[in-house]
């Protein structure tokens, strides 16, 4: 199996250079708002968020049952674990050109050039003179978190969705968009018009959307990645070049259709830390209705070729839990074959998580890289109901891996918060392992040591 989850022990080290502060998220990164179609970027020493903002459509608010977003925000983080949201960098009203009741902000880029930060957006223009459908803006700004100031018109030249803005190494950059084909042009060095007529990117699907062109190079090979509609839902896929212009070559696919039906999917691709991470979406926080969709990270690897292995979806996501933190086990690494199942705790306020259900003796979860530092462990709390009561133990690393604790929750119907005496102390960075040892079953919410 050739998947990104065989190579935890490189990401464990590449965790250990970049952990420093206190983390605690998972997958989805960002909590509590939705947040699609993740262009990341690194500004400096910190990753820059800028996603679509999808919100609900009400009645007079956007089209019920369809993409609704009427705002811009940016986030950041130096760990890719705890994201600090800047708040709103740019709304709908305040778009010189656009049309401020259209609800569909939707997918934006960003990139930083001689001191300036260029966002790009799409936009549907608040008259017929622009011309019909999505025409791309450009907002600029002093610092990546904003303010933001947009230009007074859009693109002249550019009609369509998901900018991707790619600056070569001789400087020279480009914009990328969909219009049912994807597109490519030169932008002059004033960031905000085009130097020439776009191009129609040959050689890539004829068939099925193509959407969210998204170009990164490395070692000299130009990768263009795109969700594409290859059977009934978007997957993302790859197509390999020389330069940024192509002639490109339809290489492979990164992340295959979501299993649970979301229909979109959108990507960024960034390196970090010495690591590579692939940014992508799915509905986790809205599993009834997917134009609600939230940020997700994987790390990403190549082949020595510079082909890309195909990324295995995690709830664990990226960086390095502290063992003080409320640790969300229900996002686990690996399970068990069966008895394990994960659901919202509460399915009426999605954002306050999940729980994991452990079913049958001997069914297990594995939570890789728990930094414990120099804190001492010497005991644990686990929130947990068990109808029936029920025992789990706490191993490190594997299931007949050192104990660390085992919990007994008392029968009932409410969530308990065990306290428990920790075994061995632990210090360092360390994968759990949680294994239900009792006939009957066990939800849990998280753990944290003190
Ligand atoms: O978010 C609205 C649209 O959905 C984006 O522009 C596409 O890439 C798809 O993710």
Redesign the pocket.
Known sequence: MRVNSQRSSIVLGALMVMASVNLCAQNPVIKGQYT??PTARVFGDRVYLFP?HDIRATEGKGRPGW?CMEDYHVYSSGDLVEWKDHGVILSQTTIPWANPRAYAL??PDAISRNGKYYFYFPAPARDSSYGRGFSVGVAVADVPEGPYRPEPEPIRGVHG??PNVFIDRDGQAYLYWAARDLYVAKLKPNMTELDGPPQVIQNLPTTGLK??PFMFERNGKYYLTY?HVENKTERLEYAMGDGPLGPFTVTGVIMDESPTGCW?N?QSVIEFGGQWYLFYHHNDYSPGFDKNRSTRIDSLFFEADGTILKVIPTLRGVGVTDAGSEIQIDRYSMASAAGVTTALLDTLLPFQGWKVRLDSAGAWIRYNAVRFGDRSGATMEMRAAAGQGGTVEIRIGRSDGPLLARVDIPAGLEWFVVPVHVAERQSGLHNLVVRLTSASAVEIDWVRFE
């Open positions: 699609a179609d679509s993409f939707w997918a969705i998901d959407e969210g969700p979109t959108h």
